[in-house]
C-alpha cells in the first residue's frame, strides 16, 4: 500500500531548523485507523489459515480496534464478536453503532471480569461457547499484529526520529522492528501506564532505539485536556490535517512541545506517524461538546 506523506511546516519550525512530516496512514480508511489495518492484516490470514469461522477480541466503548475488526471481519467473510467493556448504553455510540451495522455481535462485560479476560479460563470459557473462533486480544496486539506494523516504515522512511502514539505498545514495537541505524523512535503513551508499556513493548523487539516519553497522556485515556484541543484545532486549520483526540492529538502536541523546547538537534528531520482514529471525534464531540474534526 502506497501512503502519502506531507510535510508540516509552521513558521517556527524554520528558526529551529526542523523539518517535520507525517505519514497519513489515516488516509486508508474512515472507520479503519491505519494502524488498525496493518495489525489485522496477518491476523485475518492466520484465521483463514486455521479454517477459523468467527473472529472474536475486546475492547472499550470507543475502541478503533472494535470498528476496524468489525468492518475488515466482515469484508473477509468472517462473523465477528466484540466484547465490549462495561455496560450497554443506547443509543449506542458512533463506535459501537458502525460495530454493529457490520454485523459484529457485541457481548457486554463488567469491568472485573474484563480485568480476567486473558486468563486461560476465560479464554477457555469463550472457546467453549463460541465454535471455531480466532481469538484477537485487545487493541490487536500479538505477534501476527508486530509482522503487520513493521511495514508502515520502510526504506523510504529515513528520518532520524519517528514519532507515534502508544495504546498497547503494537505499533511502535512494529516501526521499532523496521527502524534503520541511527534512527530514533519515540512513543508517546495516551494514558498513564509508562512501566507496564516499557515491558510489554520489551517482548516485542531486542532494539532499544526507542524511548517513551509519559508527559502528555493529559491524564489519561480519553482525557482532553484546552493544550491539547487547541493543538488538533490549530493543526486542522493550518494543514486541513485531522488529528484524532485520544491517540494522534497526545503525540503531536508532544512533539511540538518538545521542538519548542529543543529537544531535538537542530538539523532533525522528525516523521509523525497518523495512525488514525478519527472515528473517535465523533464520540468525543458528543460527549464533551466539542467540535473536534470528523474527516
Ligand atoms: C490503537 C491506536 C493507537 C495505538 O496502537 P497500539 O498498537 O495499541 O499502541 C494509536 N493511534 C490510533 C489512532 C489508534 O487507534
Redesign the pocket.
Known amino acids: 500500500m502506497k501512503i502519502k506523506t506531507e510535510q508540516i511546516s509552521f513558521p517556527f519550525l524554520n528558526d529551529k531548523q526542523i523539518h517535520l512530516s507525517i505519514k497519513r496512514l489515516d488516509k486508508t480508511h474512515k472507520y479503519i485507523?491505519g494502524?488498525?489495518w496493518f495489525?489485522l492484516k496477518y491476523n485475518l490470514l492466520e484465521a483463514k489459515r486455521q479454517k477459523a469461522r468467527t473472529i472474536l477480541t475486546f475492547g472499550g466503548a470507543f475502541s478503533?480496534?472494535i470498528a476496524a475488526t468489525a468492518f475488515l471481519g466482515k469484508k473477509e467473510g468472517f462473523n465477528t464478536i466484540g466484547i465490549i467493556r462495561g455496560e450497554e448504553y443506547n443509543p449506542l455510540n458512533p463506535t459501537l453503532s458502525f460495530a454493529k451495522k457490520q454485523g459484529m455481535k457485541l457481548n457486554y462485560i463488567n469491568r472485573y471480569n474484563y480485568k480476567l479476560k486473558n486468563t486461560d479460563n476465560y479464554l477457555d470459557e469463550l472457546k467453549n461457547e463460541f465454535e471455531n473462533i480466532y481469538l484477537i486480544p485487545e487493541?490487536?496486539?500479538n505477534r501476527l499484529?508486530i509482522k503487520g506494523?513493521a511495514e508502515i516504515i520502510n526504506d523510504n522512511d529515513q528520518h532520524d526520529y519517528v514519532c507515534?502514539?502508544?495504546?498497547?505498545?503494537?505499533?511502535?514495537a512494529g516501526i521499532i522492528n523496521s527502524s534503520h541505524e541511527n534512527q530514533k523512535i519515540l512513543g508517546f503513551p495516551i494514558i498513564n501506564g509508562h512501566n507496564i508499556l516499557q515491558k510489554e513493548i520489551e517482548k516485542f523487539t531486542n532494539k532499544n532505539c526507542w524511548k517513551l516519553i509519559n508527559k502528555y497522556h493529559c491524564g489519561g485515556y480519553a482525557k482532553l485536556s484546552d493544550k491539547l484541543i487547541n493543538t488538533i484545532n490549530t493543526f486542522y486549520e493550518m494543514f486541513q490535517i485531522p488529528l484524532?483526540g485520544?491517540?494522534?492529538g497526545k503525540m503531536v502536541l508532544g512533539v511540538l512541545d518538545l521542538i519548542k523546547k529543543d529537544y531535538f538537534p537542530k538539523g532533525s528531520t522528525i516523521l509523525l506517524i497518523h495512525?488514525?482514529?478519527i472515528q473517535g471525534n465523533i464520540g468525543l464531540n458528543k460527549r464533551f461538546g466539542l467540535k473536534l474534526p470528523t474527516s
Do not use: E, F, M
Open positions: 485507523s494502524n488498525k495489525k478503533n480496534h487493541g490487536g496486539t499484529a506494523t507515534c502514539a502508544v495504546g498497547t505498545g503494537g505499533t511502535i484524532d485520544i491517540y494522534t495512525t488514525g482514529g
